[in-house]
T-cell receptor, first 113, second 110 residues
Framework: NAGVTQTPKFQVLKTGQSMTLQCAQDMNHEYMSWYRQDPGMGLRLIHYSVGAGITDQGEVPNGYNVSRSTTEDFPLRLLSAAPSQTSVYFC????????????FGPGTRLTVT | EDKVVQSPLSLVVHEGDTVTLNCSYEVTNFRSLLWYKQEKKAPTFLFMLTSSGIEKKSGRLSSILDKKELSSILNITATQTGDSAIYLCASSSNTGKLIFGQGTTLQVKP
């Protein structure tokens, strides 16, 4: 049981490049979320999903796309990276709903130059 | 707009001290209040408080939810250097969103 896994652990992009951050969980959780963490700002919700085929926007969705074709996977796409997207990204999942205990992945540190 | 605010933002204490961290929330259709501890990596779950469970305790840590004041506190007694971390508070609503506060950075000195 691997829990929540994220790849890559580190990534450096140039402005304008695109990439996908991968997230997978093997706990059969319905709810999955993406957060970004910047110094002094806690965790900010980017997008979340309440089940396969259903996604919705969080607090800071601009510049990011998501899809949820399976229960296990919830990739986050950066369409055209900007320096403002330099951050640490966490994926999380929970059983039941987002009000329940969330299990976090190890994070991806992204730098956009 | 849903909002969660934590105070203080940072705190320095000595081992053995007792600390109280605060969290206030303004959330439409509130469901639960969660506390997490973050030490350099991903946050780890501490407590979840709901309307039916407003007080939780685990060892030296305890938390209370005040539904009238829309706030929660996290108490840590007899602090140890291993308690040094960022403590995050989050609130959920029935829309499915989980909104976090800015976090409180606690440093416990020997």
């Amino acid at each position: 049981n691997a829990g929540v896994t994220q790849t890559p652990k580190f990534q450096v992009l140039k402005t304008g490049q695109s990439m996908t951050l991968q997230c997978a969980q093997d706990m059969n959780h319905e709810y999955m979320s993406w957060y970004r963490q910047d110094p002094g700002m806690g965790l900010r919700l980017i997008h979340y999903s309440v089940g396969a085929g259903i996604t919705d926007q969080g607090e800071v969705p601009n510049g990011y796309n998501v899809s949820r074709s399976t229960t296990e996977d919830f990739p986050l796409r950066l369409l055209s990276a900007a320096p403002s997207q330099t951050s640490v990204y966490f994926c999380a999942s929970s059983y039941g709903d987002t009000g329940a205990e969330q299990y976090f992945g190890p994070g991806t540190r992204l730098t956009v130059t | 707009e849903d909002k969660v605010v934590q105070s203080p933002l940072s705190l320095v204490v000595h081992e053995g001290d007792t600390v109280t961290l605060n969290c206030s929330y303004e959330v439409t259709n509130f469901r639960s209040l969660l506390w997490y501890k973050q030490e350099k990596k991903a946050p780890t779950f501490l407590f979840m408080l709901t309307s039916s469970g407003i007080e939780k305790k685990s060892g030296r840590l305890s938390s209370i939810l005040d539904k009238k004041e829309l706030s929660s506190i996290l108490n840590i007694t007899a602090t140890q250097t291993g308690d040094s971390a960022i403590y995050l508070c989050a609130s959920s609503s029935n829309t499915g969103k989980l909104i976090f506060g800015q976090g409180t950075t606690l440093q416990v000195k020997p």
